[in-house]
């Protein structure tokens, strides 16, 4: 299977993916990166509400963002990212993803999320250039102006909003799919293939390796911590599984 830059770029571009930056340089940022960030609405769904929509996700996208996991991982010699989802509203299907998932934390009801993105940043002793992040609308901007990788889920409607992230480069890759038709894991494979490890990945996983038994058992060794905002501003701790 051809690994090259070329080839990413091809098949990512064929389908509808659109890189801001070359793949190559978007592969020397990845080098960086100790933390993946997901938005929720828009991001893991189309961010639909009400009528017995509830903000819920795919089975394809959590394989992805567990296989991007694997894959940042292995990238950073068997160092387990931290994982987080930062979202707006109070997601009771975000909270139980992250659990499952074994994701470090969530910050919910977080509408000014470059309060998020401080406390994260201070509690993990993070840089902003070693932050991926996903997210989907003018809300995220105050977290992608700053982070080192960004991933910009499409959809149809955001004509004027697509121009605009593309002009002012407030992304490094606009997917080609929708958050509700698995824009995650579009751009959890693209990242992958840019780790240069998306065989390797796939094939450990198959195998049940040692190697990926060792990565789960790291993951799954990770509770995941609550965070809300008061209406003072102050970060607390909300509750733990």
Same mark, same amino acid.
């Given at each position: 299977?051809?690994?090259?830059?070329?080839?990413?770029?091809?098949? +990512?571009? #064929?389908?509808?993916?659109?890189?801001?930056?070359?793949?190559?340089?978007?592969?020397?940022?990845?080098?960086?990166?100790?933390?993946?960030?997901?938005?929720?609405?828009?991001?893991?769904?189309?961010?639909?509400?009400?009528?017995?929509?509830?903000?819920?996700?795919?089975?394809?996208?959590?394989?992805? #963002?567990?296989?991007?996991?694997?894959?940042?991982?292995?990238?950073?010699?068997?160092?387990?990212?931290?994982?987080?989802?930062? /979202?707006?509203?109070?997601?009771?299907?975000?909270?139980?993803?992250?659990?499952?998932?074994?994701?470090? !934390?969530?910050?919910?009801?977080? /509408?000014?999320?470059?309060?998020?993105? !401080?406390?994260?940043?201070?509690?993990?002793?993070?840089?902003?250039?070693?932050?991926? +992040?996903?997210?989907?609308?003018?809300?995220?901007?105050?977290?992608? !102006?700053?982070?080192?990788?960004?991933?910009?889920?499409?959809?149809?409607?955001?004509?004027? +909003?697509?121009?605009?992230? !593309?002009?002012?480069?407030?992304?490094?890759?606009?997917?080609?799919?929708?958050?509700?038709?698995?824009?995650?894991?579009?751009?959890?494979?693209?990242?992958?293939?840019?780790?240069?490890?998306?065989?390797?990945?796939?094939?450990?996983?198959?195998?049940?390796?040692?190697?990926?038994?060792?990565?789960?058992?790291?993951?799954?060794?990770?509770? #995941?911590?609550?965070? /809300?905002?008061?209406?003072?501003?102050?970060?607390?701790?909300?509750? #733990?599984?």
């Amino acid at each position: 299977m051809d690994n090259s830059l070329e080839h990413t770029q091809h098949i +990512f571009e #064929t389908k509808g993916g659109v890189f801001i930056i070359p793949p190559f340089v978007l592969a020397q940022k990845l080098k960086n990166i100790k933390a993946i960030l997901f938005d929720w609405d828009g991001v893991f769904n189309e961010g639909n509400k009400g009528g017995g929509n509830h903000s819920g996700f795919s089975e394809i996208d959590s394989m992805g #963002t567990n296989m991007l996991r694997f894959s940042t991982w292995l990238k950073q010699q068997n160092s387990m990212p931290i994982s987080a989802i930062v /979202t707006g509203a109070n997601n009771e299907v975000s909270l139980d993803f992250a659990a499952r998932e074994h994701f470090d !934390k969530v910050y919910f009801g977080f /509408t000014d999320k470059k309060l998020a993105l !401080k406390h994260l940043m201070e509690d993990c002793g993070l840089k902003s250039e070693e932050i991926a +992040f996903f997210y989907d609308d003018i809300l995220d901007l105050s977290i992608a !102006k700053e982070v080192g990788v960004r991933v910009f889920v499409r959809s149809d409607a955001k004509v004027a +909003f697509s121009e605009y992230v !593309k002009h002012y480069q407030l992304a490094d890759y606009i997917t080609a799919y929708s958050g509700g038709n698995h824009g995650v894991r579009e751009a959890s494979e693209m990242l992958m293939e840019l780790n240069f490890n998306f065989v390797k990945c796939v094939e450990e996983r198959v195998a049940f390796s040692d190697t990926y038994a060792k990565y789960l058992e790291d993951r799954n060794s990770r509770s #995941t911590v609550y965070y /809300t905002k008061n209406n003072d501003g102050k970060i607390t701790e909300h509750y #733990t599984p």
